[in-house]
């Protein structure tokens, strides 16, 4: 926030901006293999038929919500705990793509690229989709590292 503030632009227009983008994307691989991206969390609930790229955009605050801070688990005394759902057993034949978590996981159905989680030295971690492989780089060099099954 202070870099947006120091930087001279009206902040409105960049809340307005920000809040007009999509929540959501879906695209599909060279090999066919459809990926889901958000900030935290796509519902699966919310994945249409077809192979067609398509922006999500014409959802509710909830469901807006839920794909930018990620599910989560009630506990006791009303607080929430919030779900690595990566973690979990899935069935969908779909990949989510996200960020968001702090950490860095790839297998065949979760891609978790956190850029501030200074994986390899402070290097911003990206994924390539077409080549299953997780890259890091910085401004000066790009360093290609091949995927691990699972990785974080």
Known sequence: M???EDSGLDLKEVQDWLANLPAGFVFSDKHGRRHACAHAYFPPY????????WFVTDINQDQRYEMAWGPVWPTKGGRYRRRYWWREDHQRNWTMCVGHYHTVWVDDKSIVLD???GFEAGMLPAYEVDNKVLVHFDEKRVQSVKLPRNHG
């Open 2 to 4: 202070a870099e947006f």
């Open 115 to 117: 850029a501030n989680c």
């Open 46 to 53: 919310l994945m249409r038929k077809g192979k067609e790229e």
